[in-house]
């Protein structure tokens, strides 16, 4: 996956894990939101905020399973398996 793919996936992800912890009301700890905000603040700068927050919008809009195939299928990314 090249580095913009893999921005690109960032923002998807993180749209869907949001719009799952929204729905069942997680509250994420400090530890986790300390982990993730850099990391999401990186693609948002590298994406650019509109193409970030597409990204994100589109991520949100998946269902739980469309949510664990998308994992699967990244997971099983060659770039993924070679690391």
Same mark, same amino acid.
């Given at each position: 996956?090249? !580095? ?15 719009? =799952? ?10 530890? +986790? ?9 990186? !693609?948002?700068?590298? =994406? ?9 919008? +589109?991520?949100? !809009?998946? !269902?739980? +399973? +469309? ?7 990244? =997971?099983?990314?060659?770039? =993924?398996?070679?690391?």
């Amino acid at each position: 996956m090249s !580095s913009a793919g893999s921005h690109t996936a960032c923002a998807r992800f993180f749209g869907a894990a949001e719009a =799952l912890r929204e729905r069942t009301n997680f509250r994420r700890d400090n530890a +986790d939101a300390e982990f993730l905000v850099p990391r999401i603040e990186r !693609s948002r700068m590298v =994406l650019g905020a509109e193409a970030f927050a597409r990204e994100q919008a +589109d991520g949100a !809009s998946w !269902s739980y +399973d +469309d949510s664990l195939r998308q994992a699967g299928a990244a =997971l099983a990314a060659p770039a =993924l398996r070679s690391s």
